[in-house]
Each structure stands twice: as structure tokens, then as C-alpha cells.
């Protein structure tokens, strides 16, 4: 990503300005104008460390029990889906970070819940199917005014130009269309950030992985986190035991959010708030 010095700050004419209280308020307005933003996850390198072997035998576990060869023919062997459903809770309290749970507040008004837990990884000198353009909501064309979604790809490795560091195209949430290739060539930047950073992004802005021309694969979690009036990629609660989680807790993981199944549940539900 280019860095700008010697930016003017001076200006006149202006009566209303956008005033950050804190770290955080700078990581919503980043996203909600730019469609992007970094945020510290606050986690040890210690914890980082967990995260990253923990990783490493959930995805092991993971091709042992679906199959490497299965993996490779549907093009699923560099992701790791619905991390917290293998038995660790470093994904589930992951999938809860403080820190990002409050930015999250800020930027989605009301109510939203986990959609999707993914490992991914970017290997060495090879293609992945991360590695071309596209939303987190995928096959979408429209824009909001306040986000449906948002990415939250926590990352396990430090995030370089040279291991294929995430692209994205500033602003693109707020345009229908796909743009042209000569707009993507110019206007396209990639994000460094260090392990145990959150790169969020608007979900409906473009964005793609880089080539990885190291000699290590590159980790990710992805998180989308949205509104409750989409369907989860795979549905949480039935893969998940409940009674060891606060009430928070199973709001953002779908507990309260199934289809009624009859108009007396439907009914008995209203009668909780939702």
C-alpha cells in the first residue's frame, strides 16, 4: 500500500467533521468510508502462538477426516470450515474478541450473528481459490447505507507483500458493479498487517489474496459477521453444544435466530422480543 507524506491538514469551509474517540472509532470510519480497516486484536503474542498451533492440528484433523484427495477434487484443501465446531473453544473465544466485538457494535446497527468460521490458507507458490476477486457476499450487486456484513480475517501469520497480502479496492462497497480491469490495475492496493491483527472489510467490498512467493504458507481465520436475515454458511448451532455458553454467546451464534417451525413457536417467540 503506498504511503503518503506531507498530507495538508489545514482547511476551511468545513462546518461538520468526523471526530475518533478512540483507536476504534478510527478502524469504523476507515472502514465505513475506505471499505477496509486494521484493527489490534489486543491478543498476546503468546496467544498468537495458540491460535497458530492450534490451527495447524485442526487442519490436519480436518484432511484426516474429509480426505485429501476428496479436499483437492472440490477445491476445499486450503480451508479449514467452521473452526469452532472441532472441538477447541481458542476459535470460539476467537470468534468473541473483545476488541473486535465492540468495533463490530459500531459498525453494524442492532443485532448481527456469526455467519461463517473459516481457516484459510494461502500456500507457497500456488494457486487458491481465495485468490481471485469477489465479495464475502458473494454473486450480490447492490450497495447500503450502513453494512449488511462484515469481514473480520484474523491473521495468524504476519501478512507481507511477498507471502500474497490481501487486495482490495478502496470504496468498492459503494458501487454496484464490478469494475473495469484497467479501473482494478490502478486503483487496486495490497494490506500488510502483523499476526493477530483483524483486517475488516465492508462485505461487499472487492477484495482478493496475493500470490504467495515465499516458501511458507500464509493463515488466516476469516469471520463474517451479519445481519440475522441470512442464512448461515453452515448452520452453527446444530454443530455446536450450547451449555456451556453465556446468552450473548448463543445470540451471535444463531441460537435465537432458526426459522420458527409453526405459527404457535413463531407466536411464543414474539414473545421474547424478536
Known amino acids: 500500500m503506498t504511503i503518503v507524506k506531507n498530507v ?3 482547511s476551511y469551509g468545513i462546518s461538520k467533521q468526523v471526530m475518533p474517540e478512540n483507536e476504534l472509532d478510527e478502524v469504523v470510519e476507515s472502514v465505513q468510508n475506505i471499505g477496509y480497516g486494521i484493527l489490534d486484536s489486543g491478543l498476546s503474542s503468546a496467544d498468537i502462538k495458540k491460535i497458530a498451533d492450534e490451527f495447524e492440528l485442526t487442519y490436519r484433523l480436518y484432511v484426516e477426516k474429509y480426505g485429501e484427495s476428496r ?19 481458542i476459535f470460539i473465544k476467537l470468534a468473541f474478541n473483545e476488541r473486535l466485538l465492540l468495533t463490530l457494535k459500531k459498525l453494524i446497527p442492532g443485532k448481527f450473528i456469526l455467519n461463517q468460521q473459516n481457516g484459510v490458507i494461502n500456500p507457497p507458490e500456488e494457486t487458491y481459490n481465495q485468490g481471485a476477486w469477489h465479495r464475502d457476499l458473494p454473486y450480490q450487486h ?6 449488511l456484513a462484515i469481514n473480520a480475517l484474523f491473521c495468524v501469520d504476519d501478512f507481507t507483500f511477498k507471502n500474497g497480502a490481501t487486495y482490495i479496492l478502496p470504496a468498492s462497497h459503494k458501487s454496484e458493479a464490478f469494475p473495469s480491469d484497467s479501473y482494478v490495475k ?3 492496493i495490497q494490506i500488510e498487517a502483523k499476526a493477530g491483527s483483524f483486517i475488516l472489510l465492508d462485505c461487499m467490498t472487492f477484495h482478493s489474496g496475493g500470490v504467495n512467493s515465499t516458501n511458507s504458507a500464509r493463515r488466516a481465520v476469516n469471520h463474517v459477521y451479519n445481519i440475522p436475515y441470512f442464512k448461515q454458511q453452515i448452520n452453527i448451532p446444530l454443530n455446536l453444544e450450547k451449555h456451556n455458553l453465556t446468552d450473548q454467546a448463543k445470540d451471535i451464534l444463531g441460537f435465537n ?18
Open 8 to 10: 495538508p491538514m489545514k
Open 71 to 89: 479436499l483437492k477434487s472440490i477445491d476445499e484443501i486450503n480451508t479449514v470450515r467452521l473452526m469452532l465446531a472441532h472441538g477447541n473453544e
Open 142 to 147: 447492490f450497495v447500503s447505507s450502513t453494512p
Open 186 to 188: 490502478k486503483h487496486a
Open 257 to 274: 435466530y432458526d426459522e420458527p417451525i409453526s405459527i404457535s413457536d413463531y407466536l411464543a417467540r414474539r414473545k421474547g422480543g424478536y
